[in-house]
C-alpha cells in the first residue's frame, strides 16, 4: 500500500500525519477528523492494495466494518491502527520496488501561493528581486506570477539542485523587467551527462527535470539584459513566454539536453532570439514560435556539440541571419538539422540569410551536415539558402524568392540532394531590378539536382550555374526566361547532365544559349 497524491491539504494536517508517521505522537494527538478535514479541503488521497485503488476514506471505512472501531486514535490507543496508518501515509520502503523513484517532496505552501506572499508588489517601480528570489529559494512550490509588472535588477537564480523542480508560471498578464545586465531568470542545473537515461543522475530525475517558464513577458531595459540562460539542464521547456528589447532572448550556455521552445515570440531583440552559444546541446526542438526582427540573428548556433536541431512550424522573420548554423572552429560540430515546414524571409541587407549552414571542422575540411530543408517559404534576402562546407544535405519542397544575389548557392560541400523546389520571381514583389535569383553549385563533389524549377534568374551568367563540380547528375530541371543562359557548365569532372528543358520566350538566338559549356572533362552532357 502506498499514498498515490496529496493536494491543497492544510498545513497543519500535513505535519500532524507527517509526525504520525514518524511516530511522534507526543507532539500530535492524529484523530479520525484529520481524515475528514483533508477530503473537506479537497485533499485526495489514494490506496492501492492488490491492484484495487480505492480512496482513503473507503479504505478506512473497510477496515473499520471488519469490526476496527470508530474511535480517536490517542497516545495510548495508537500501538494497533499506526502501522496500517503508516503504511498508506508515506511510502512503503519494504515494498517498493529498487528502481522506483523517490516521491517528490509534499509542499507545506498552498498550490495557489504567489510572489506577492514574498513582497512581491508588482508595481513596476519597486525592486521585486529579493522577494522573487526569496520565493525561488524557498522551493516549496511554484513560482506564480499575478498581473503585475516585477521590476528586477539581477538575475533570478533557479539552482535546481537545490530547490528542486521549478516552474515559472504566469497566465500572461505578468511581465518581468530587467533593469541589470545578465538574464532575468537563470536555470542552474547540474546535469553533466548526454540524452541517454544512463548518463542522468539521480538528482537531476529529482529534482531537476523539466523546469518550466510558461505565461509570462520579458523585457530589458539594460543593453546586458538577457531573457532566459539555462546551464548543465534537462528538459528546459519554455512556452507562451514573449521577449523583447533584451540582447538575446534565450540563452543556452555549457551543456543543456532535451530542450523544448513552443509557442514563443522572440521579439525586436539586439542580439539573438535563441542563441546556442558554443554549447553541448543534442535535441532541441523549435516549434510554433513567432521569432523576429533580432539584430543578431533568429536562431543562431555556433560553435559547440550540437545535434538534433528542429525548427518547424515558425515564422522567422527579419533576423538579417535568420537560422544560422556555424561549426566553424568545432571539433564536434553540428549535425542532424532539420528545418520545415516555416516561413522564412527578410531584411535584405548585407550578408544576410535566411538559412546558412557552415559545416567546416577545425581544419576547414567539410565535415558536418545531416541537414533537411524542406517545405519553406523562404524570400528578400542576400541569399535565401546558402550552404557552406558541408556533406549529406537535401533541399526540397521550398519556395523560393526574392534573392538579392542567390536564391542557393552551395560551395564546398559533398552529398548534396536538391529535389523539386519553386526558384521564380513573383511580379507584384516588384523585385525585377533589385534581385538576381541566382543558383550556384561551386567546387562541389557529389550531388543530385532533379525536378528544380528555376525562373527569371537576372544579372547572372545562367539560370542554374555549375563550377567546378565532380559526380553530379541533373536532370529533368526547368528552366525558364534567365538571362544569358539556360545552365553554364564549367569545368566539370565525372557529370551527367540531361533531360532538362532550358527555354527563353523572347530573347533572340544572339543574346540567349541554352547552355553554355566551359572545360571539364568525362562529362556526358544532353540537354
Not at 542580439?271 to 536562431?299: E, P, R, T
Not at 541587407?349 to 517545405?375: D, H, K, Q, Y
Not at 521564380?424 to 523585385?431: E, F, G
Not at 545552365?487 to 538566338?509: F, V
Request: glycine content about 10%; proline content about 3%.
Amino acid at each position: 500500500m502506498s499514498i498515490c497524491h496529496f493536494a491543497r491539504a492544510d498545513a497543519n494536517i500535513l505535519l500532524a500525519l507527517k509526525a504520525f508517521a514518524e511516530q511522534k505522537i507526543e507532539k500530535y494527538d492524529v484523530s479520525w477528523y484529520v481524515f475528514r478535514r483533508l477530503a473537506s479541503q479537497g485533499a485526495t488521497i489514494t490506496v492501492h492494495k492488490r491492484g484495487n485503488v480505492m480512496s482513503l476514506d473507503q479504505f478506512l471505512r473497510d477496515r473499520m466494518n471488519r469490526n476496527f472501531k470508530h474511535r480517536a486514535c490517542s497516545r495510548s490507543q495508537t500501538t494497533g491502527l499506526r502501522p496500517m496508518l503508516l503504511a498508506i501515509i508515506v511510502m512503503s520502503v519494504s515494498l517498493a520496488n529498487a528502481d522506483e523513484p523517490e516521491p517528490i517532496p509534499l509542499t507545506m505552501v498552498d498550490v495557489d501561493t504567489t510572489v506577492r506572499a514574498f513582497g512581491a508588489g508588482g508595481d513596476g517601480v519597486s525592486d521585486d528581486t529579493e522577494a522573487i528570489q526569496n520565493a525561488i529559494n524557498a522551493g516549496s512550490t511554484a513560482i506564480r506570477l499575478p498581473r503585475g509588472t516585477y521590476r528586477i535588477s539581477k538575475p533570478l537564480v533557479v539552482d535546481l539542485d537545490k530547490v528542486g523542480v521549478t516552474s515559472i508560471v504566469g497566465d500572461g498578464t505578468a511581465r518581468i523587467m530587467m533593469t541589470g545586465p545578465g538574464p532575468a531568470i537563470r536555470f542552474v542545473g547540474t546535469h553533466q551527462g548526454t540524452a541517454s537515461p544512463k548518463t542522468v543522475k539521480s538528482n537531476v530525475w529529482q529534482k531537476e527535470r523539466m523546469p518550466l517558464v510558461d505565461g509570462i513577458e520579458i523585457i530589458g531595459t539594460h543593453d546586458e539584459a538577457d531573457g532566459i540562460e539555462a546551464v548543465r539542464t534537462m528538459q528546459l521547456t519554455i512556452s507562451r513566454v514573449i521577449i523583447r528589447h533584451t540582447r538575446h532572448a534565450i540563452h543556452l550556455v555549457e551543456r543543456n539536453r532535451n530542450v523544448i521552445l513552443s509557442d514563443c515570440h522572440l521579439y525586436e531583440n539586439h542580439g539573438v532570439g535563441v542563441f546556442l552559444d558554443n554549447v553541448d546541446l543534442h535535441q532541441i526542438n523549435l516549434s510554433a514560435c513567432h521569432v523576429s526582427y533580432n539584430d543578431g540573428g533568429g536562431f543562431v548556433s555556433k560553435g559547440g556539440n550540437v545535434r538534433n536541431i528542429h525548427i518547424s512550424g515558425c515564422d522567422l522573420e527579419a533576423n538579417v541571419q535568420n537560422v544560422l548554423i556555424d561549426s566553424d572552429g568545432s571539433k564536434y560540430g553540428t549535425a542532424e538539422v532539420a528545418i520545415t515546414g516555416c516561413t522564412i524571409q527578410h531584411s535584405g541587407g548585407p550578408g544576410s540569410a535566411n538559412v546558412r549552414f557552415i559545416g567546416a571542422n577545425p581544419e576547414g575540411e567539410r565535415c558536418w551536415g545531416l541537414v533537411t530543408i524542406a517545405n519553406n517559404i523562404l524570400s528578400d534576402v542576400e541569399t535565401n539558402i546558402d550552404i557552406q562546407q558541408a556533406r549529406d544535405v537535401i533541399i526540397n519542397g521550398n519556395t523560393i524568392s526574392s534573392g538579392y544575389k542567390f536564391n542557393l548557392r552551395v560551395e564546398d560541400s559533398m552529398n548534396v540532394v536538391v529535389g523539386p523546389n519553386v526558384l521564380a520571381r513573383n511580379p507584384p514583389y516588384r523585385d525585377e531590378d533589385t534581385c538576381d535569383n541566382a543558383v550556384l553549385f561551386r567546387n562541389c563533389n557529389g550531388g543530385t539536382i532533379t525536378g528544380l524549377h528555376v525562373h527569371e534568374t537576372r544579372r547572372t551568367e545562367a539560370g542554374i550555374m555549375l563550377d567546378a563540380c565532380r559526380r553530379f547528375h541533373m536532370t529533368g530541371c526547368t528552366v525558364l526566361d534567365c538571362d544569358n543562359a539556360g545552365l553554364l557548365l564549367k569545368n566539370l569532372e565525372d557529370c551527367q547532365i540531361t533531360g532538362n528543358m532550358l527555354r527563353h520566350g523572347t530573347a533572340t538566338k544572339e543574346k540567349w544559349q541554352p547552355m553554355i559549356v566551359l572545360g571539364g572533362r568525362e562529362t556526358k552532357i544532353a540537354p
